[in-house]
């Protein structure tokens, strides 16, 4: 019985130790949870993307800033495993797995990860292994931290800075906006990056820079215009709004877009398009195009937006500075204008200057016989200020540096044309005077800015007409002149204005063409107007006096070579009026009048001669290498006459 009583004794006291221990444990069970509950707020309200992994179980806990950053909660996972490492890094994820559970310490690495909406953001990633205890497995603790933006920022501070620095070494702007692109395609990770300009004049849309992954897809896009209503471009350059397009087949712009790609033969998935301002204009737009990762979104816009002020502001300087490389040039170019121009009058002066002198003193001595109170006061008036003229003369051709003339040459030619006028000049000066009026009248008379009508003219009939009346002063020529004279609207002018302008342009025409060539005068009907057309096969007009070629008094002959023989004769030259009064009447008259020429390339200088006949030509064997080696084309289009009551009276 004692025995007994001693083993229940023993018993009762194991089972008060047992509910101690009992007690113990459920209290620490209680605190275990308490902290798992505290640790677990506190992970919860850390900021950073967190995840806690079992090593053979996958992932049982993912706080709330790794659901906001990459979207996924636990629900969401399979197997444990959270699908957010990109394709070309797993590898890389499966060395750190490898490293931590072989004991190789902390994995900290810059890295990338998905989202899971498909972004991939820039990372910083820790993680730290923690061995099995009685309470749970061996695991792995991994934080993140978001660095997506910062990168962006750094990469976006590192362009702007190489391209601040490139801009230097890219003197032309082709080559400039090509690095600008490129590095917008870099930054935005996109298959390509374009500038596209707008051409104002024409209203058309032109890439001038570009960066393609394919660059045969670059020399096509390069090569192509666009109307303004056949790009989306064209769109934001009216609005000024930039767009995204997210999906090019869908959407009431599918269509534009399918005719953009088969002109480009190229496939436009999605692109981002912001305009190009420059002061309070917009010049285009830059496209980044194909994004390679995702959709565009607002961040694109505002770092495309970035790049476009500088590529506004490039776009400008280099048009400032194209400006100025033509005005350079137009200053050059004018500088010479200005010495061929001084040394053209120069030419003029002397030669009938000296005959004046001479004629005068020939007129003296037969004055002499007369009483000198009858006229050696007008004499010495008409001589003093001749001698001043020469002396002016002798000015210039000191400014000059090329001072040599064919006086023998220009005596004769100007003697045999200005012997009238010498002798009205002498009357005039004897006599009843008016010579300001008579001055007054002749540049009237050569400029045509008299007032005068306007009525409709037949353009066809007239031109037939008034080719019969001056073909007899060209006669003396050898040429082929052929006439394509068709029916055409009425144009709105004076007649005796349309006379002037044929026969300028076939005396043009006539006098810039060897013997034994071609001239074809055309009459037609372009669109609701008429047009002339003179088209000569002769020596034609270098590139440099082109554009200057309707200034007036601008010869495009080198002044050494100059000489005014009878009109219509090969080479007679002239002081270069008759196209400036073209040119007024034009503006005047409402026509257009254009040139273009090709200068003979036997003969690319203005100094370099033509013999005057194709069969003297050194460098023809036969008549067509002179037809096909130069020549000029005067195009006039004169727009249809307004009714007889709008037309008549206008001048």
Not at 3 to 30: H, W
Not at 37 to 46: K, P, S
Not at 624 to 631: A, Q, T
């Amino acid at each position: 019985m004692k025995s007994t009583s001693l083993q229940v004794q023993d018993l009762l006291k194991r089972i008060e130790e047992l509910e101690r221990e009992l007690a113990e444990k459920r209290q620490a069970e209680t605190s275990l949870r308490r902290s798992q509950r505290r640790l677990r707020m506190l992970l919860d309200f850390v900021p950073y993307p967190l995840a806690v992994m079992h090593i053979n179980r996958g992932v049982f806990y993912l706080n709330h800033g790794f659901t906001n950053i990459f979207g996924w909660t636990l629900d969401d996972l399979v197997d444990g495993q959270i699908p957010f490492v990109p394709r070309e890094l797993e590898a890389e994820a499966k060395q750190d797995l490898q490293n931590l559970i072989s004991g190789k310490g902390m994995v900290r690495r810059e890295t990338r990860r998905l989202t899971k909406d498909g972004r991939v953001l820039d990372v910083v990633m820790r993680a730290a292994y923690y061995e099995k205890s009685e309470y749970e497995p061996a695991g792995i603790l991994m934080i993140f931290r978001d660095v997506t933006e910062q990168k962006r920022i750094e990469r976006i501070n590192n362009m702007i800075l190489r391209i601040s620095t490139a801009l230097p070494e890219y003197p032309d702007l082709e080559p400039l906006l090509d690095y600008i692109d490129d590095e917008v395609k870099k930054a935005l990770n996109t298959e390509g990056t374009v500038v596209i300009l707008l051409d104002e004049e024409k209203q058309e849309l032109f890439v001038l820079g570009a960066a393609y992954d394919d660059q045969d897809t670059k020399r096509r896009v390069k090569e192509s215009r666009f109307k303004m209503d056949e790009l989306i471009a064209g769109r934001v350059i009216r609005s000024g709004k930039p767009v995204i397009i997210s999906d090019t087949t869908k959407g009431p712009d599918a269509e534009l877009h399918r005719k953009r790609d088969e002109k480009l033969g190229y496939k436009t998935r999605n692109l981002l398009i912001v305009p190009l301002r420059s002061q309070e204009r917009i010049i285009g737009v830059v496209c980044a195009l194909n994004k390679k990762e995702g959709d565009f979104d607002e961040r694109d816009v505002e770092l495309l937006n970035t790049i476009a002020g500088t590529v506004a502001l490039s776009v400008e300087n280099a048009r400032v500075n194209e400006e100025l490389k033509r005005a350079y040039r137009e200053v050059r170019s004018l500088n010479r204008a200005k010495d061929k121009v001084i040394n053209h009058l120069s030419h003029e002066l002397k030669t009938p200057v000296s005959i004046l002198l001479g004629s005068l003193k020939l007129l003296a001595k037969t004055l002499e016989q007369l009483p000198e109170q009858t006229w050696k006061r007008n004499f010495e008036r008409m001589q003093r200020n001749l001698e001043r003229i020469v002396d002016i003369q002798y000015e210039v051709t000191d400014i000059m540096e090329d001072r040599h003339y064919r006086s023998y040459d220009m005596l004769l030619m100007m003697l045999e044309q200005c012997a009238d006028e010498i002798e009205v000049l002498v009357a005039e000066e004897l006599g009843e005077g008016g010579v300001v009026e008579k001055i007054r009248k002749r540049i009237d008379e050569i400029f045509g800015l008299k007032e005068v009508v306007s009525r409709p003219v037949d353009v066809s009939a007239f031109v037939k007409r008034h080719l019969e009346k001056i073909r007899h002063e060209f006669a003396h020529r050898e040429l082929e002149v052929t006439e394509k004279i068709s029916p055409a609207p009425l144009a709105c002018l004076p007649p005796d204005i349309l006379e002037k302008i044929v026969k300028g342009l076939v005396k043009n025409a006539v006098e810039n063409t060897p013997d034994e060539g071609k001239i074809e005068i055309i009459v037609q009907q372009r669109g609701e107007g008429a047009e002339l057309v003179v088209r000569d096969y002769g020596v034609g007009i270098v590139e440099e006096a082109q554009s200057r070629i309707f200034e007036g008094f601008f010869s495009t002959q080198d002044t050494i070579s100059y000489s005014s023989k009878r009109p219509f004769d090969f080479n007679a030259g002239g002081r270069g009026a008759d196209l400036l009064r073209m040119k007024i009447f034009s503006e005047r008259y409402n026509f257009k009048i254009e040139m273009d020429s090709t200068r003979c390339k036997y003969i690319p200088t203005e100094k370099d001669l033509c013999p005057g006949r194709i069969s003297k030509c050194r460098f023809c064997e036969k008549r067509e290498d002179c037809l096909v080696s130069g020549g000029t084309t005067f195009r006039l289009y004169f727009p249809p006459a307004d009714s007889m009551e709008k037309c008549s009276g206008k001048g």
